[in-house]
């Protein structure tokens, strides 16, 4: 059961450059979060999935795309990548709030980014 | 409009003394409140969460947390720090209006041996 595990780890891009962050939760959860953490600015969520083939925008959503083609993923997209881009990506994943399995928000290792 | 707030950004405190970290949230229905931990170069861990019953909630590591939906508060306590305690730490709500998790800024602490 490995819970939720996000690729790569480490990556170092150079402006305009496209990459795709994958994140994969085995706990069958409905809900799936994409969130960037900064100094200072704590967690601040890009975009979230209520369920597969889902998607909605969060609190700072420009320059991303995502997808939720299969439950167990869900797919960090930056088509033309950014200085200000630069952070650590956190993927999450949950059951619905006040659902039978209601439970906590479960975080992938990060993905260390840095664009040039 | 920011739900959740965290009113100390840095806390530094020497070992052994107590620490209660301040988390207010605003909404008049029905949360979920959640205190995370983040130690240094990790990933967030729950420390504890309060989703109904007792509005007391013990945690990991000798933490706890009391909600008082009167005063929209959920902070955290532990009566006696350790250096293994410096961390940073999140508190988060969700909304079930939304039913997604959001957190606030963090509080840096850094206990001194």
């Known amino acids: 059961n490995a819970g939720v595990t996000q690729t790569p780890k480490f990556r170092v891009l150079k402006t305009g450059q496209s990459m795709t962050l994958l994140c994969a939760q085995d706990?069958?959860?409905?809900?799936m979060y994409w969130y960037r953490q900064d100094p200072g600015m704590g967690l601040r969520l890009i975009h979230y999935s209520v369920g597969e083939g889902t998607t909605a925008k969060g609190e700072v959503p420009d320059g991303y795309n995502v997808s939720r083609l299969k439950k167990q993923n869900f797919l960090l997209g930056l088509e033309s990548a950014a200085p200000s881009q630069t952070s650590v990506y956190f993927c999450a994943s949950s059951y619905p709030a006040g659902g039978p399995m209601n439970t906590e928000a479960f975080f992938g290792q990060g993905t260390r980014l840095t664009v040039v | 409009a920011q739900s959740v707030s965290q009113h100390n950004h840095h806390v530094i405190l020497s070992e052994a003394a107590s620490l209660e970290l301040g988390c207010n949230y605003s909404y008049g229905g029905t949360v979920n409140l959640f205190w995370y931990v983040q130690y240094p170069g990790q990933h967030l861990q729950l420390l504890l969460k309060y989703f109904s019953g007792d509005p007391l909630v013990k945690g990991i590591k000798g933490f706890e947390a009391e909600f008082i939906k009167s005063k929209f508060s959920f902070n955290l306590r532990k009566p006696s720090v350790q250096w293994s305690d410096t961390a940073e730490y999140f508190c988060?709500?969700?909304?079930?209006?939304?039913?997604?998790?959001?957190f606030g800024k963090g509080t840096r602490l850094h206990i001194l041996p």
């Open positions: 706990m069958n959860h409905e809900y």
């Open positions: 988060a709500v969700i909304l079930n209006r939304d039913d997604k998790i959001i």
